[in-house]
């Protein structure tokens, strides 16, 4: 039967500013200019951004394609396409995916909302050194209650948006939380760029190291392309299936492409100016905006408010991404099982929230509970992000080039971007080129590498 009633966005913009919030989040604030730091600077900046184009832009306009075709969440987008039962199980991979990333993601946004409190409550005041930070931090991690007190806040605050629903809930935050996102990311930037030895900062991030850039890297940069996109569960394809046809694909993908990586350059840049004007390492991987920060907007004047301001951008870039997480959730049980979204919500948020308690618990009461040699929070992330998202990412680019079809895909995709097609032509060649060829290919290669069998090869020609 089909859903007669099946919002959609009220307009274009809605739809740019919630998948730019699926999109940006901690990966873009603490995890890219970490790694980009780490990997070579602006050398990593440039392999990073071949990737987000050749990789990145093709799959996210083929998942936003498959979602406005079907009008379905990922389960249903598969089953409408093609009667091969495999493909919903590919879909009800990404419903699971979405479950185990809410749960790892809601930890650290919660510490990210406990953080707020922590500021504002001046329990920074007397540190001097990221090492007093790290104490304070590790202290928290070791007690229970704070960790699941803000983890049930921040899940509670995800399941009130998705309550309200596409227009209401999803699309009004998107559009009050990301403005206010930008807005804050500026300030801090500014803030960090006129601080006394920043340039020392903006040297370390924009000098390109070429040196650093192995095979490694290029892998790592393809999987954080991928990860920082939200691609490969079915999230953008749920929000694509609530997109009019009137609008085009490869216009609203660009957008949400540049959004996402200006955000991650401008974090870099905030990031990196702070922490040098303090001669504060910039190494410090996880602990980097929980030992350092704290400590360097302690030093400065107005520190505490400049604190307060950076840990609410953190919990509002975390909050826009888990509301995509539990939307595509949401979506399946409606869609498929004709629930009401309000019962969705909540059984999402229950079973979400018990995914969760245990890799709160990863650093407390369970640390030594071992899943495959680590602790639960960090065996959920490595199963999510370097397995089950590329994975995703493999399949559905299989699909569009092999099952689904270039020619009934282009068919679609063309609807609300004729313009864009006859200005662009080759865009079109561009992108048949990318998704049923070089994708695929590149993202196996990112498979291999995670099970290990690259090292494996490269050792035997090594030999
Ligand atoms: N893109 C998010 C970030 O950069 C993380 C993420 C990956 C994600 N896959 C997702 C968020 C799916 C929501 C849905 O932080």
């Known amino acids: 039967m089909e859903n007669p009633k099946r919002e959609q966005w009220s307009s274009k913009m809605g739809f740019i500013l919630a998948a730019a919030g699926s999109a940006i989040g901690l990966g873009n604030i603490w995890k890219f200019p970490y790694i980009a730091g780490e990997n070579g600077g602006a050398a990593f900046l440039f392999i990073y951004l071949i990737c987000i184009l050749s990789i990145g832009l093709p799959v996210l306009i083929a998942e936003v ?25 590919v879909g ?48 928290l991690l070791l ?42 990311l500026i300030i801090l930037m500014i803030r960090g760029i006129t601080l006394e030895g920043a340039n020392e900062g903006l040297k370390f991030f924009f000098h390109p190291e070429w040196s650093k850039i192995t095979s490694q890297t290029i892998l790592l940069a393809l999987g954080h392309a991928f990860f920082t996109l939200s691609l490969g569960m079915g999230v953008i394809m749920t929000y694509g299936s609530y997109m ?18 200006v955000i991650s350059v401008v974090a870099g840049v905030m990031i990196f100016t702070t922490v040098f004007a303090f001669g504060q390492d910039p190494a ?3 602990g980097l905006i929980f030992h350092v920060i704290p400590v360097v907007f302690n030093q400065m004047p107005g520190g505490i408010f400049f604190a307060i301001l950076f840990f609410i951008l953190l919990a509002l870039a975390a909050l826009t991404s888990s509301i995509s ?5 949401v979506a399946y049980f409606v869609d498929e099982k004709k629930w009401k979204r309000q019962k969705a919500v909540i059984f999402t948020g229950v079973v979400g929230t018990l995914l969760a308690i245990p890799c709160s618990l990863s650093y407390n009461l369970m640390s030594e509970v071992k899943l495959f040699d680590s602790n639960f929070f960090d065996t959920l992330d490595f199963l999510a992000s370097n397995i089950l998202l590329p994975l995703g990412g493999f399949l559905l680019a299989i699909f569009v080039g092999y099952v689904w079809g270039l020619d009934k895909a282009v ?19 561009l992108w048949k080129i990318f ?13 291999l590498d995670t099970v290990g069998i690259l090292k494996v090869v490269k050792n035997l020609f090594v030999e």
């Open 325 to 329: 997480l539990i939307e595509v959730v």
């Open 411 to 429: 068919e679609n995709l063309k609807i609300g971007s004729e313009k864009f097609f006859e200005k662009y032509p080759v865009s079109l060649f």
């Open 65 to 89: 394609l498959i979602g406005r075709t079907t009008q379905r969440n990922p389960v249903g987008a598969f089953k409408k396409l093609t009667n091969n039962k495999f493909w919903s199980y």
């Open 244 to 261: 009019s046809n009137n609008d085009s694909i490869p216009g609203t993908s660009l957008s949400i492409i540049i959004l996402d990586t």
């Open 435 to 447: 998704i049923k060829y070089l994708a695929p290919l590149l993202m196996f290669f990112v498979l």
């Open 92 to 139: 009800k991979m990404g419903i699971i995916t979405a479950f185990i990333i809410l749960s790892f993601y809601s930890v650290v946004a919660g510490w990210a909302i406990g953080y707020i409190v922590e500021s504002a409550k001046g329990a920074f005041q007397s540190f001097k050194e990221p090492a007093q930070a790290g104490e304070y931090f590790n202290s």
């Open 143 to 184: 007690q229970p209650e704070w960790n699941l007190f803000y983890l049930l806040v921040f899940i509670l605050m995800s399941m009130f948006f998705v309550y309200f629903g596409v227009q209401k809930g999803i699309e009004k935050g998107s559009k009050i939380m990301m403005p206010l996102l930008f807005i804050l």
């Open 284 to 286: 410090q991987g996880p």
